[in-house]
């Protein structure tokens, strides 16, 4: 069985000797294996530490992308370029152990579609990644999917026709997770300890995170939509009731106040809900407009060691050429019409 491992790497010089070294030892001797790096458009040497180590070993292959497409992208491409019975998923920074890959490895063999790693700990992560990433899987649970899994993230392994089946999602906002869930094949979950990352910085500011968890939300469902009529229907009510009430009050009380305050209050929220719901359908249109545009999810700019192309690949620009290909041979790639 081949096992592919694909990688997304952005500015880990400092991690790359110590990730393939425990990779090594985790798959020596077990089994016949790939290691897919896709390097996100690093800056920091990472590109050079990875031409060396691929030069020196033919079973480690890189993508090299021509700027940053963003980690669900790089995961993307190792998708897309993967040729093992059996692909995982994991991150650099060694917080996804390589010696959880075995035991993952041999779950997929009981019939599993999909091996997902459920962190039960997380060593080095701050008391605000903790607790907002608690917020974010139940956010995502509830507006999401109630099938994507609690704590689980890109850490996992996939069957060859997982894979097949994953590469047929080619939106630009992405969100792998959430892909996962709605295909609904059959998964299992292994807890492990995560440990803090060995070297370097997280590559997830704050600012990166709640835009993933948009990305995350509005991807995947229509619910801040449907909430934004809920509101607006809730306060159209409240309106009417006030309506009615002022009515009441000039008519048949006589008491009219001057009334300046309420006016200023209710033109106040009237306009922050109106606005905030035009922002919505807004971001839902933009979502329509990006993904009517058809770009490509990532472009490739080099590899090492790829020789195996996939012709019906959509909606990627692959501008390297493997050994003995001429770069036409990358042509369908680009041609072909996207799939929507
Ligand atoms: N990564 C990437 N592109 C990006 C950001 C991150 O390929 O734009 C990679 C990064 O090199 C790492 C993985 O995605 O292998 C997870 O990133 P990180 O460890 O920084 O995230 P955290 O574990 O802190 O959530
Ligand atoms: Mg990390």
Redesign the pocket.
Same mark, same amino acid.
Do not use: C, L, S, W
């Given at each position: 069985m081949l096992v592919s491992v694909v990688?997304?790497?952005?500015?880990?010089c400092e991690v790359l000797p110590a990730l393939l070294s425990a990779l090594r030892r985790a798959l020596a001797n077990v089994y016949d294996y790939e290691i897919i790096f896709?390097d %996100?458009?690093s800056t920091d040497g990472t590109s050079d530490v990875l031409r060396h180590s691929v030069n020196e070993d033919q079973r480690l292959k890189a993508i090299f992308f021509s700027r940053?497409?963003?980690?669900q992208a790089?995961i993307t491409a190792g998708l897309d370029f993967a040729s093992g019975d059996a692909v995982a998923v994991?991150?650099?920074?060694l917080?996804d152990p390589p010696e959880l890959l075995p035991e993952m490895l041999a779950l997929l063999d009981q019939g599993y579609d999909v091996v997902s790693a459920q962190r039960l700990t997380r060593e080095g992560?701050g008391v605000l990644?903790r607790y907002t990433a608690k917020l974010f899987y139940w956010i995502i649970r509830k507006m999401v999917d109630e099938r994507i899994q609690n704590e689980v993230? %890109?850490f996992r392994v996939f069957s060859h026709r997982a894979v097949t089946a994953l590469r047929n999602f080619r939106e630009q906002h992405r969100f792998m997770r959430g892909m996962v869930a709605w295909l609904g094949l059959r998964e299992i979950i292994l807890p492990y300890h995560r440990t803090a990352?060995i070297a370097?910085?997280?590559?997830?500011s704050l600012w990166?995170?709640l835009r993933f968890a948009w990305t995350a939300i509005t991807s995947f469902s229509a619910l801040p939509l449907r909430l934004s009529v809920f509101f607006g229907f809730f306060i159209s009510l409240c309106g009417l009731g006030y309506g009615i009430y002022s009515i009441f009050m000039a008519k048949v009380l006589k008491a009219t106040v001057p009334g300046w305050t309420s006016l200023v209050c209710l033109n106040v929220i009237f306009s922050g809900v109106t606005l905030l719901a035009i922002g919505l359908v807004g971001e839902y249109v933009a979502h329509i407009y990006e993904e009517a545009k058809g770009r490509p999810l990532y472009v490739v700019s080099d590899s090492a060691n790829l020789r195996h192309v996939r012709p019906d690949l959509a909606k990627a620009v692959i501008l390297s050429a493997a050994p003995g290909q001429s770069e036409t041979e990358y042509e369908p790639a680009e041609k072909k019409a996207p799939r929507a």
């Open positions: 990688i997304p790497v952005y500015n880990e896709v %996100d458009g940053n497409f963003g980690h790089a994991m991150d650099a920074d917080q992560d990644k993230g %890109d990352r370097g910085e997280t590559k997830y990166k995170m």
